[in-house]
């Protein structure tokens, strides 16, 4: 188990993608890390794209940073919501500066857009916001995972075990 004892915080809202929250917290779970959900309110349970639920642990006003070792955001229509929240900005703006692994799938880009941390990056989203990447000033590769120092990034459910071998590398190191 390469993760034991490392924490990882997950972003969730109502419309997230399914496959892009649980694969990858399963996946890190599976490695020994231990996963939180963090939700626009703590102990709610939100629905994904296709019914799926998750329970937010904390709400994301209830997270310290300094407590985690990486971040997840999860794609679908949940992050056009999870980037609405200071708080959500403030905590990725505040992983990035020190340089914990950041990992975006498909739609999630949209709150690393928001979080302004994207100017001079190498990334990869659903086709559908290259435009808003490139105009946050990230370089845009259509491959199913890229990675640029502590961020990781994907495109789809079908990249799903690219990126998260990838993300753990990240995390290992």
């Known amino acids: ?6 924490k990882v915080l997950s972003f969730v809202h109502h419309e ?3 496959l892009e929250l649980w694969y990858p917290i399963l996946r890190l779970r599976e490695e020994g890390a231990t996963v939180h959900l963090a939700g626009e309110e703590a102990n709610v349970k939100y629905i994904g794209k296709y019914g799926v639920p998750a329970e937010s642990d904390f709400a ?22 999870i980037r609405r929240f ?3 900005l403030n905590i990725v703006q505040q992983m990035d500066d020190k340089k914990k692994p950041i990992g975006q799938i498909c739609h999630a880009g949209w709150v690393l857009v928001s979080a302004n941390i994207l100017t001079g ?6 086709p559908g916001i290259k435009d808003d990447m ?4 990230a370089e845009w590769f259509d491959e199913p995972v ?3 120092g502590n961020l990781v990034s994907s495109r789809r459910p079908p990249d799903l075990p690219e990126y998260m071998r990838e993300f753990i590398k990240v995390m290992e190191k």
């Open 1 to 6: 188990m390469r993760l034991t004892g490392k």
């Open 16 to 18: 997230f993608e399914d």
């Open 60 to 81: 994301y006003g209830d997270i310290t940073p300094e407590q985690y070792d990486a971040i997840l955001v999860p794609g679908g229509w949940a992050p056009d919501k």
């Open 86 to 88: 200071p708080e959500v």
């Open 121 to 126: 990056r190498k990334v990869t989203s659903t």
């Open 134 to 137: 490139v105009n946050a000033g």
């Open 146 to 148: 890229v990675v640029d």
